[in-house]
């Protein structure tokens, strides 16, 4: 038996999880979410693995960010600069480039703004090399770690997002990641917002930071642009308005003027069209539930966690949430027991769930109680109404 309690109140017509069905984007991979709950306010095609070019860097700052906070690394070690990292990143390779020279000793701090205002290859795998050993091996490492964090689309061979067959992740895993690198590293963070790095003396004009949203959209103050021939133009980026911070990214734009224009709508977007609604904390009260042959007659519903709901302003009179169990509950009851979940809804389609748990304990009736209840119960059924 469905039993449908709570819907009338206005505390529930509040949105939800699956919303964007009246937003586009002409990005070809999307997701916008909320940083403080990690809710997906918007997603489109965003758990397909695709290639991230530069937005790769932002996995290899990851790793070289925790190694610093570790103490196994410091802002001040020096590393060398290989050949292969020139020849591959450096001026002549054609590539973003910090324009390293071959031999040269780089503290890791400017490789590091290297890496983020500059993107430049030639300081990626510079700072992979002196880190694992090779590049390939400090690829598996970013990989590894990545599964640990719970990223699973990911797959990179390399500390750049040169394109390599099977080089890819989600935008919603990249979302993820930077959402972690934020809350993980807040002292680092703040080189994400650098607008310009002044190292590359063979090209001076090559110094200002790509983010297109860094000083245009209020509040942007990071993370990571990126563009191969297979990836398009992409971007995930974060900004700050009030209390509330947004992360976007998206990828397969196809120009930068395109990418810097979409990425300013979407962050608009995500703090004017989306937002999100706490309904409850953990442990609060939705409603009661019938309980049969107790030595009570209904149990409170609880919330197993804090009720978080993600929605889109536009359409937010469309959603509904619904308190569900099969009932009534069979007593005895342990308080916690799993016995009904809270239903946000959307044109009559569940779009999140949220468990209900037990209460209280609840004993069972003794044997006359039970029969009693099974008597009345049985000349109620056969009266009819």
Known sequence: MRALLLIVSALFILPTAALAVEFETAAANAVIIDYKTGLVLYGKAADEPVPPASMTKIMTLYMVFERIKSGALSLDDE??????????????????????????????????????????????????????????????????????????SVTFHNATGWPDPGHEISVHDLAALSRLIIKDFPEDYVYFAQREFDWCKAAPSN???????LGVFAGADG????????????????????????????????????????????????????????????????????????????????TASAVDVPFYKPARRKMKAVMVYDGPLQAPLKKGANVGRLDIESGGKVVASYPLLAGADVAQKGLFGRAMEGLVNLIRGKGGA
């Open 79 to 152: 590393f060398v600069v290989s050949a292969d990292a020139w020849k591959r990143g450096g001026f002549s390779s054609g590539s973003s480039t910090m324009c390293l020279r071959p031999k040269e000793r780089v503290r890791v701090e400017d490789l590091i703004k290297g890496v983020i205002v500059l993107s430049g290859n030639d300081a990626a795998i510079t700072l992979a090399e002196n880190i694992a050993g090779s590049e390939a091996s400090f690829a598996r490492q970013m990989t590894e770690r990545a599964h640990e964090l719970g990223l699973n």
């Open 207 to 213: 110094r200002y930071n790509r983010n297109p949203l």
């Open 223 to 302: 993370l990571k642009t990126g563009h191969t021939k297979e990836a398009g133009y992409g971007l995930a980026a974060s900004a700050v308005r009030g209390d509330e911070r947004r992360i976007v990214v998206f990828t397969g734009m196809t120009s930068s003027r395109g990418r810097a224009n979409e990425g300013e709508r979407l962050m608009r977007a995500g703090f004017n069209e989306f937002g999100v609604q706490s309904l409850y904390g953990a442990g609060a009260v939705v409603g009661q539930a019938k309980v049969r042959l107790g030595q009570v007659q209904t149990v409170d519903l609880v």
